[in-house]
């Protein structure tokens, strides 16, 4: 019968002395405490909270949900229903509800992202601005938390609209990658739009004001873009500034995803990332500004 090896007794990083009384045994918490992250691991966790706090105002509150859907409802019911039987828009062949409804779904997270700013005075009025910005999160983490939380929102709202067009009758892809690619695309447009009243809000600081210019800025945005009609139909200093509107890679991006007209997604997805990080950059340049 072979001998049976001894486990030797574990050693405490600080031996106790020859003599001493043994230290008396910790007990073991029945809850361990979450691991602090920090240095790169921080900008994730902050955004993925942020994220979860978006989602759980919608659960306790789909008011809201149901509200904004009736706009979208609306552009395709009768903008895009009329236009359709007008035949006044080349589309390249396509009916143009089906054109449409790339579009109509970068306008409605186009309009929640926009009036975001909102919220942030909101919490600089109620002291949560303060507090949050106390924490050792660094403030680009901030930003990028509530950017990305009203990508969330977006994507919500993006998918009532899907829903809607494909009752109406519009031929949308069901290939789930190329619906990853959607909810990429609105996400990073909606970064960078709630960004933008972000920094509007850090310049006029009331919410009065934000409201004003938000509204003044969405029209143009919107009609500024290929979302109603292709760019080949402008002038050419609309479509010059068609070209600096993110919304126009955005619907560009959705059109080729959701509908198979050709684009230029790479070009697309570069140009929404880009402006989401500049957007983020200068949002939290602007946010201390916003909490004095």
Request: net charge positive.
């Amino acid at each position: 019968m072979s001998a049976v090896p001894v486990t030797p007794p574990p050693v405490s990083a600080e031996a106790a002395p020859a003599g001493a009384p043994a230290a008396p045994a910790r007990p073991r918490l029945l809850y361990q405490p979450a691991e602090v992250r920090t240095g790169w691991r921080v900008l994730p966790t902050r955004i993925a909270a942020m994220c979860a706090v978006e989602i759980q105002k919608l659960r306790h509150d789909r008011t809201e949900l149901y509200t904004r859907a009736i706009q979208p409802a609306l552009w395709l019911l009768i903008f895009g229903e009329t236009f359709t039987r007008l035949h006044a828009i080349p589309t390249g062949g396509l009916p143009y509800l089906d054109y449409l409804a790339p579009g109509i779904i970068a306008q409605s997270a186009m309009f929640i992202a926009i009036f975001y700013g909102i919220m942030i005075i909101w919490e600089r009025d109620s002291g949560v601005l303060t507090k949050l910005l106390v924490t050792p999160t660094p403030r680009a983490a901030l930003v990028a938390g509530k950017a990305f939380a009203a990508g969330v929102k977006s994507v919500i709202q993006a998918v009532v609209v899907v829903v809607l067009a494909a009752l109406l009758g519009v031929a949308l892809t069901w290939n789930p990658l190329k619906l990853l690619g959607v909810a990429g695309a609105v996400v990073l447009a909606s970064a960078f739009f709630s960004c933008l009243s972000i920094c509007i809000a850090g310049i006029v600081l009331t919410r009065d004001r934000l409201m004003g210019i938000g509204q003044a800025i969405t029209m143009p945005l919107f009609f500024g873009s290929n979302a109603l009609y292709p760019v080949s139909l402008m002038p050419a200093w609309l479509r010059a500034i068609s070209k600096g509107n993110p919304l126009s890679y955005e619907v560009d991006a959705l059109r080729g995803l959701l509908i198979g007209t050709p684009s230029h997604l790479p070009l697309d997805f570069g140009v929404l990332a880009g402006a989401a990080v500049a957007g983020i950059a200068a949002a939290s340049a602007l946010l201390g500004r916003l909490a004095k």
